[in-house]
């Protein structure tokens, strides 16, 4: 499979992201599964797209060596926290909607970053928005 550019996964029974490197993988879908962490989930240096949404992640740690990454979804997981989303420079689409989100605070500047999806989160204030002021 050394030409694989895309590839889709959802719906199945994965646990755990872990190293399963495509070196020209641009984009890789995994929505609908029971992954728990991206720990590990290393040698993709051309992905650019990543959808995780319906899985039972709690933070996004192994996601932040994905240097080329411009779009990720991590929609309806039971994420808490932005750990793991630290260089990330050329991410420009993030969906965390319907998550357990409550601050923004230490959530990492990301220079590139477009559109920011957060809706239906557990966020009780505006205030806590540090890089949109």
């Given at each position: 499979m050394q030409y694989l550019k895309k590839m889709d996964l959802s719906k199945n029974k994965i646990v755990q992201l872990t190293n399963m490197p495509q070196a020209r993988l641009c984009s890789m879908i995994l929505n609908q599964n029971k992954i728990s962490s991206c720990v590990g989930f290393v040698g993709h240096p051309t992905l650019t797209k990543l959808e995780l949404r319906k899985n039972m992640l709690e933070d996004c740690e192994g996601l932040g060596n994905l240097l080329?990454?411009?779009?990720?979804?991590?929609?309806?997981?039971?994420?808490?926290?932005?750990?793991?989303?630290?260089?990330?420079?050329?991410?420009?689409?993030?969906?965390?909607?319907?998550?357990?989100?409550?601050?923004?605070?230490?959530?990492?500047?990301?220079?590139?970053?477009?559109e920011l999806e957060l809706s239906k989160n557990k966020i009780a204030s505006k205030d806590c928005l540090p890089h949109f002021a």
């Open positions: 080329c990454l411009t779009e990720l979804t991590l929609a309806e997981n039971k994420i808490t926290n932005f750990s793991g989303l630290l260089n990330m420079p050329c991410l420009k689409k993030l969906d965390l909607s319907k998550n357990l989100i409550e601050d923004l605070s230490r959530m990492p500047e990301l220079p590139c970053l477009e």
